[in-house]
């Protein structure tokens, strides 16, 4: 039988379990709001780039984007996923949308733990880097990010880069699927303010602008994926703390019942012993 000291030491570890549950999720609801509150400055700063690029193309002769045949390499997609585990099947869902995306397709992830989950869902990356866990790195994750992305396509090694990561709807994580490159000029209609006067040549111009919008564009997205990611986990925390409270319960009431088991035990140890001695006088 149980005794009352084990049971014991059994419910002060599943308290300190909780414990630490509620540190988690309390690091992880401030990491969500405070990603949050960064999409709006970045969001802004895209649509700045934006129309920009509309003014610079009162200066250029750019028509929509590049037609078929016009670019070479390959397609990529790009995955945002989690950098730390207990995020529940966060991470299997957004790789298992890349593993739609095709065989020929090069698949890229962001998130070291989602990377890591990778390959057990039949996905090989071909690229990764983690993903920041904290605000303040949002724009070295989407630098890392676009450089890799330039490079390539600077090399002709890329045609077309599409991106998947989460965005938070009515309090739950939804994966979008998003074009990032070729920038389609057509749905940035020129600007009708006055002609911009400029340093550099318009083409020039164009290409940095259209540059930094797409880092701008993945600045937005690691921003979407670090608060999707700690969504998720203050979702897999408020499960794992609802398991806990039902564990504590089940636990308190053996307590309770091995309590009453000892009390009852001491009392019929007295009771005998008190007949003991009435039998001997």
Known sequence: MERLAQLQARIHAVDELGEILSAIRSLAAARQQQARGVLPGMEAYAETLRVAIGQAL?????????????????????????????????????VSRLARSGPETERWIVGTRTAALAPEHGVEPSWRCALTTRPSGILHTATEIADALLARIGRGEIQRVRMVYALNKAGSVALCVEDLFPLDLAKIP?????????????????????????????????????????LARLEATRRATDQIQDRLEALHRRERSLRQEEVTTELLDVINGVEALRSRG
């Open 58 to 94: 009162t200066l250029t002769s750019h028509e929509g984007s590049p037609r078929p045949g016009q670019l070479t390499g390959r397609e990529v997609w790009i995955g945002f996923g989690a950098e730390h585990g207990f995020v529940g099947g966060f991470s299997s869902r957004l």
């Open 190 to 230: 020129p600007s009708s303010a006055p002609r911009p006067l400029i340093t550099l040549h318009p083409e020039l111009l164009l290409q940095k602008l259209a540059d930094e919008y797409l880092a701008a564009i993945l600045a937005n997205a690691v921003a979407h994926a670090l608060a999707a990611e700690n």
